[in-house]
């Protein structure tokens, strides 16, 4: 007599399941993102969300059985398991196949060199191992749980005990995490990095020139400058430098830095560097910027330098540090501080640069790349300069969180793309990337601001809500350096953009989150107006930080930074 697939309470062969969803995110995972992956990465990348995927099935199934709710068994089950077999490993096959094509597509875009193999092997037996680890992990949870749902059982019903052990077992993991494991780790990076600034003994000689900020007469610290600071307020050209590539005559430019163990307080900081720079003259000259750095500190020489040489030396520069994290960490923990400090150097410069007479006083302009463009959105209050308002802005890289940023873009022309909007008839506010400038000298307002941003930056582009939603750039034709065959799945395509962020600065120069010279010079030159200018030396310009010299425009965002 044939028999029937009956219905049973224990889950008899349904982990397979869980492992074919496991195999379809590992086959997704493989599909491209914004940044290039090596094998390595992809292994790591495959494992997890194996694993992911494993326990996320695993979990459904925890849950329909701690409801006590009835599940199939038997040989429907076992044909239903080699049925589903068959599609999931051609899918994985498919894109095991596809893997070095769709890799090869972003590098041709962002002029890298081409994988001649897909280390496809490489990459199975990594996210085996991986997801072993993980799935053990997993295993060591579900031990616990029983354990707690075990002991909750003795007071209450059963189904009530599994639900509340499932529940303290969240709140465990929680605690752990949040308030014992990660805070722990990251007082330990704040620390390193503290101890790093700290070493004041091992910084070279203070400069000997009185024009110099740490210099003889200086109101800094030289020793307090920390590392970056020291490098910003000594790097960069020099008049020479500037007259040899104008042919014009130039000035020193006035760069004025205060580090973050120079005072205890924003307040401190930002008076210290008000008057440090009125004693180097940096409210007589023709242009002002006030620069937000970033998390430890460091300034961009391809921000900066671009437009000293455009403004022969005739600017001024000022910048405070507020953190000794990395911008990542700050920006998860420390995010106030930054926000503070800008707020506070930017009221403070602006509060006395209003003072001056209309007619002498230096333009006005604020900057900020990635988290110091994030410090200075937030710090230049649009109410508090309504009625002096500043001349313009270039923030470069904006973080997504930026609520300003995504304020703006929101508000972008119907037509415009979302990785290069276009505001109105953009009097105020224009948008620049590596393929497309912010456009010349024509239709400007009083104020202009131009954000600079990569189509293939996840630092800019990164969307929280992709867990299950598409990004809106997604939904669009793809940008000049993303690729064609990147496709949105949900939870895969968040992890995906998360691994794409902590490689944010291994993309080429001009591409990810890697901020090139030459990408500056077209975005300033249409922010400052520099006279005497054309659009033949903003093209010269550009290419000599293309090439490459000793001193000016560093050719890209340093690798030893602190960037995701």
């Known amino acids: 007599m044939r028999r029937k697939a009956v219905l049973s309470r224990r889950p008899l062969g349904l982990y397979m399941l869980p492992l074919f969803l496991g195999l379809v995110f590992f086959a997704v995972s493989l599909t491209p993102s914004l940044i290039p992956r090596t094998w390595l990465v992809q292994g790591i990348l495959g494992g997890f969300l194996m694993a992911l995927g494993y326990m996320l099935g695993r979990f459904a199934l925890v849950v329909w059985w701690v409801t006590e709710l009835p599940v199939l068994s038997g040989r429907l089950a076992r044909i239903g398991h080699a049925i589903i077999a068959v599609p999931v490993s051609l899918l994985v096959i498919v894109c095991l196949a596809q893997v070095r094509g769709w890799q090869n597509g972003i590098r041709e875009r962002m002029g890298m060199e081409l994988l001649d193999t897909a280390h496809g092997l490489r990459i199975v037996l990594l996210a085996v191992i991986v997801f072993a680890v993980l799935v053990l992990l997993g295993t060591g949870l579900r031990i616990l749980f029983d354990l707690l749902r075990n002991r909750l059982d003795r007071y209450m019903p059963r189904r009530t005990a599994n639900i509340a052990g499932l529940i303290l077992l969240v709140a465990v993991l929680f605690i752990v995490t949040m308030d014992g494991i990660v805070d722990r780790a990251i007082s330990g990076f704040d620390r390193s990095y503290t101890m790093a600034q700290q070493l004041f003994d091992m910084a070279p000689a203070a400069p000997a020139g009185t024009r110099v900020t740490g210099g003889e007469g200086s109101l800094i610290d030289w020793r307090a400058l920390g590392k970056p600071g020291r490098d910003f307020v000594t790097g960069g050209p020099d008049a020479d430098d500037i007259s040899a590539f104008t042919g014009r005559p130039a000035q020193d430019p006035v760069r004025v830095y205060v580090g973050l163990a120079e005072a205890d307080t924003p307040e401190e900081r930002a008076e210290i560097a008000l008057a440090e720079l009125k004693r180097l003259g940096g409210f007589d000259r023709e242009v002002l910027i006030v620069a937000l750095p970033t998390g430890t500190g460091w300034l961009d020489p391809g921000a900066i330098e671009t437009v000293e040489y455009m403004h022969g030396g005739d600017i001024a ?248």
Not at 463 to 471: C, G, H, V
Not at 492 to 506: G, I, K, N, R, S
Request: hydrophobic content about 35%; proline content about 10%.
């Open 317 to 564: 520069t000022v910048a405070a540090q507020y953190s000794y994290l990395q911008s990542p960490l700050a920006l998860m923990l420390e995010s106030h501080v930054g926000l503070d400090q800008a707020r506070t150097l930017i009221g403070t410069i602006h509060a006395y640069w209003r003072t001056l007479p209309e007619e002498t006083r230096p333009r006005l302009y604020m900057h900020g790349l990635s988290l110091g463009a994030w410090a200075s959105m937030y710090g230049t209050g649009l109410y508090e300069l309504l009625d002096e308002p500043i001349d313009g802005a270039l923030w470069a890289g904006p973080p997504f969180p930026s609520q300003v940023w995504r304020g703006i873009t929101a508000q972008r022309n119907e037509d415009s793309p979302y990785v290069l909007p276009e505001l109105g008839n953009g009097r105020v506010v224009r948008f620049a990337s590596h393929y497309k400038g912010a456009t010349g000298d024509e239709g400007w307002g009083q104020t202009r601001i131009v954000f600079l941003q990569y189509s293939s930056d996840p630092i800019v582009f990164y969307e929280p809500t992709s867990l299950f939603r598409a990004p809106q750039w997604m939904r669009e034709p793809p940008a000049p350096d993303v690729s064609p065959d990147l496709r949105f799945v949900p939870i895969v395509t968040q992890f995906q953009l998360a691994v794409d962020l902590a490689l944010a600065t291994t993309a080429p120069s001009g591409h990810g989150h890697t901020y090139y010279a030459p990408d500056y010079v077209q975005p300033w030159a249409a922010v400052t107006a520099p006279e005497p200018w054309t659009p033949a030396e903003t093209r010269r310009l550009m290419a000599y930080c293309d090439n490459g010299f000793q001193k000016g425009c560093g050719d890209r965002y340093g690798p030893e930074e602190d960037e995701p």
